[in-house]
């Protein structure tokens, strides 16, 4: 698997030579230093171990500083470890957005955007208990009813209900690298991918 971590820049549009628009999200994927490399003699299991971002060294612990200090870089903001990675880099070297090529078909993981907590016409797509009538009032966009009277006595687990929406883990997949800008480390990805702007994704294959 071939991994990097990116930050989400924003959404724009290109057009090809015939004409046909194309809308893409700029994502600036890396350099990402790797700062470990496990193997299955040492650790049990073979990974890469990849950081992303700088992060000063006063807000850094000093265990943090020396994992760092090991691969030759700066403290990094970002962690994550890359298992079987295809991958063959050492520690202390860098991975650039160019282990993807244009028309690669690649997954991206990210945490969507926060909401709140909100009610069930929002959360679920509920329609509401309906127009006033027979003296109802402020019911248009009510649960209704949620659970059984004597027999169950209960409300069942699941229940669609008001609740916090958002800041969840989703991997959108089938998405295509239609632009490479090595210079800039900037990738093109078709679609939209999960998150804010400025928010961090990861990028594999």
């Given at each position: 698997?071939?991994?990097?971590i990116?930050?989400?820049?924003?959404?724009?549009?290109?057009?090809d030579?015939?004409?046909?628009?194309?809308?893409?999200?700029?994502?600036?994927?890396?350099?990402?230093?790797?700062?470990?490399?496990?193997?299955?003699?040492?650790?049990?299991?073979?990974?890469?171990?990849?950081?992303?971002?700088?992060?000063?060294?006063?807000?850094?612990?000093?265990?943090?500083?020396?994992?760092?200090?090991?691969s030759?870089?700066?403290?990094?903001?970002?962690?994550?470890?890359?298992?079987?990675?295809?991958i063959?880099?050492?520690?202390?070297?860098t991975?650039?957005?160019?282990?993807?090529?244009?028309?690669?078909?690649v997954?991206?993981?990210?945490?969507?955007?926060?909401?709140?907590?909100?009610?069930?016409?929002?959360?679920?797509?509920?329609?509401?208990?309906?127009?006033?009538s027979h003296?109802?009032h402020?019911?248009?966009?009510?649960?209704?009813?949620?659970?059984?009277?004597?027999?169950?006595?209960?409300?069942?687990?699941?229940?669609?209900?008001?609740?916090?929406?958002?800041?969840?883990r989703?991997?959108?997949?089938?998405?295509?690298?239609?632009?490479?800008?090595?210079?800039?480390n900037?990738?093109?990805?078709?679609?939209?991918?999960?998150?804010?702007?400025?928010?961090?994704?990861?990028?594999?294959?």
């Amino acid at each position: 698997m071939k991994s990097i971590i990116g930050k989400k820049i924003g959404m724009t549009s290109i057009f090809d030579v015939s004409g046909k628009q194309t809308a893409v999200t700029i994502i600036e994927a890396g350099p990402c230093v790797v700062t470990q490399k496990k193997t299955v003699e040492t650790d049990g299991y073979n990974a890469l171990q990849i950081a992303f971002g700088d992060k000063k060294e006063k807000h850094s612990t000093k265990s943090e500083i020396n994992h760092f200090a090991k691969s030759q870089t700066s403290p990094k903001r970002f962690v994550k470890e890359i298992r079987n990675s295809e991958i063959d880099k050492n520690v202390g070297e860098t991975i650039t957005v160019d282990i993807f090529t244009e028309g690669d078909k690649v997954e991206v993981v990210g945490t969507t955007k926060g909401k709140g907590f909100q009610g069930v016409v929002k959360r679920h797509g509920f329609s509401g208990v309906g127009e006033q009538s027979h003296g109802q009032h402020d019911r248009q966009r009510a649960p209704g009813s949620i659970g059984n009277s004597s027999d169950a006595s209960r409300v069942f687990k699941g229940m669609r209900m008001a609740g916090r929406l958002g800041q969840d883990r989703v991997t959108m997949k089938g998405l295509k690298v239609v632009k490479i800008f090595p210079e800039k480390n900037y990738i093109l990805i078709s679609g939209s991918v999960p998150g804010h702007n400025g928010s961090i994704v990861l990028i594999q294959k």
